[in-house]
Each structure stands twice: as C-alpha cells, then as structure tokens.
C-alpha cells in the first residue's frame, strides 16, 4: 500500500511514524511541508474529514505568532502560508482518507 506522508524531518512523531511504517513495509512517499508544501486539496479534505481544531495546532509558536485577522482567515489559506501549523504527521492513504497526528486512531486506520 502506497501512502503519502506530510510531515517534517526533524518531528519526533514523523520520525516515529516513518519508522513504523517501514518496519510494517509500507511504500511511503514523503513530502516535507516546508519544502514542499501540502496540496491545498489535501488540506481541504483533511480538514473536512477531521476539522480544524484537529488538523491546526494551536499550541504551537506560529499559531501564538498570529494576529487575530490571521487567525481567524480561511485554514487552507493559513496552512499555505504556515505548513507548520499543521499537526503532524499528515498521511493520505491509497483510497485517499486521511489521518492526521500519529495515535492509535491513525496506526488503526493502517492497519498497525
């Protein structure tokens, strides 16, 4: 099974997913979010499939960074601009669910 992983390389938590997905033997294709971004259909369906308090980390610097105009503008607007407001990991299966964050709802959902 073929998945797209968005994450970055230096987050504990895609370090630990990417390790796991390779001891599983699963075919990742990694996209790192500062360099490369995240497609805004992809953000919009995670963001359907999830919400916005899941996919935003609102604890985080960049979030606490932002005016009250940006905050409140369109998400897929603000992940654009700030991929690292996204939590992390951010996996598009092969039928095109997502997951976000690495849980036991995401390992379930690849069959971890």
């Known amino acids: 099974m073929a998945i797209r992983f968005y ?10 997913a990417l390790r796991a997905l390779e001891v599983a033997g699963m075919q990742v294709e990694f996209q790192d ?4 971004g995240v497609p805004a259909d ?3 369906r995670a963001l359907e499939e999830h919400g916005a308090e899941r996919v ?13 105009a940006a905050r409140a503008g369109d998400p897929v ?6 991929p690292a407001l996204m ?8 039928d095109g669910a997502t997951t976000i964050g690495w849980d036991d709802g995401a390992r379930r959902a690849l069959g971890l």
């Open 42 to 44: 992809v953000l919009r």
């Open 7 to 16: 994450g970055l390389k230096n987050c504990d938590s895609c370090r630990a």
């Open 56 to 68: 935003m980390n609102r604890r985080s610097t960049t979030w606490r960074g932002l005016d009250q």
């Open 77 to 82: 607007d603000l992940l654009t601009a700030n």
């Open 87 to 94: 939590k992390r990991p951010l996996i598009v299966l092969a």
């Open 33 to 36: 979010v500062r360099n490369d």
